[in-house]
């Protein structure tokens, strides 16, 4: 026999000493990819994994409606009403004013969006006030805080225009309770933060939405379509929302 055929053929890991086997290579394509061990889930391990990943998915639908939509008020301080809401949060303003000790109801909100040539209003800011007129609030308690028409970053502009109305009034660091619909409210608390900056101290009250049922919110196109949009403005508001410059001249 050959010296050549004496010699034994290289083995692949793990396999029983003495038994010849086909070489298995270790690098391949140039050496740019090579051979290597991994763990893989067994049967077991699988449903464990599965039913993980079904109980994050259950906490995330029963859980990212509160979050979103959390009330924690301040008192005292001025009351701010985003002008654009539905007639119910106009009237749960009223009663939020009345309740509580504040000095003033301001209205915020940008120019209206259809309907402004035929109204003798033309900003959410101007239209909400006046519906909070008609619903019992004079004149001293309300006042309009129009913004100006921007592409983008609505409320955070919104949050500005009151800043600089609040600074031409000599009002520094105000403790303000916000009032926003829904899944709205903490971006919306968010970007009056970034508006304001430290020093003042924003509380938000979020109004239960009418359209859909917050409890059961995946259960409504209204409800996904809402949740799944704030959820994704949210986190874009947390983590690349950056002012532009211009957005400092409201």
């Not at 809401?85 to 003033?104: I, L, T």
């Not at 500005?160 to 899944?183: C, V, Y």
Request: charged share 20%; hydrophobic share 40%.
């Amino acid at each position: 026999m050959s010296k050549r055929s004496q010699t034994p053929l290289p083995t692949a890991k793990g396999s029983p000493p003495g038994l010849n086997q086909i070489p298995v290579p270790r690098q391949a394509w140039l050496g740019c990819f090579r051979r290597k061990e991994c763990w893989a889930p067994t049967r077991r391990g699988f449903f464990l994994l599965l039913s993980l990943l079904v109980g994050l998915g259950i906490a995330g639908l029963l859980g990212i409606h509160p979050f979103l939509a959390p009330t924690q008020s301040i008192a005292k301080g001025i009351l701010v009403v985003e002008g654009w809401g539905p007639d119910y949060a106009m009237k749960s303003s009223v009663e939020e004013f009345n309740r509580g000790q504040y000095s003033k109801l301001y209205v915020t909100g940008g120019p209206l969006e259809w309907g402004a040539p035929l109204s003798e209003y033309k900003s959410y800011a101007e239209l909400g006030a006046a519906i909070l007129t008609k619903m019992g609030l004079n004149t001293n308690q309300v006042e309009p805080v129009p913004a100006p028409l921007v592409q983008q970053d609505r409320t955070y502009n919104s949050a500005l225009a009151l800043k600089k109305r609040l600074d031409e009034s000599r009002i520094s660091h105000p403790t303000i309770n916000l009032i926003s619909i829904g899944p709205h409210a903490r971006r919306s608390r968010l970007l009056f933060e970034k508006a304001f900056g430290k020093g003042t101290a924003i509380g938000i009250i979020a109004l239960q939405p009418r359209d859909y049922n917050p409890r059961r919110w995946w259960r409504s196109s209204q409800g996904v379509r809402t949740v799944l949009s704030e959820t994704i403005a949210y986190a874009y508001v947390r983590i690349l929302f950056r002012p532009k410059t211009e957005q400092l001249q409201p």
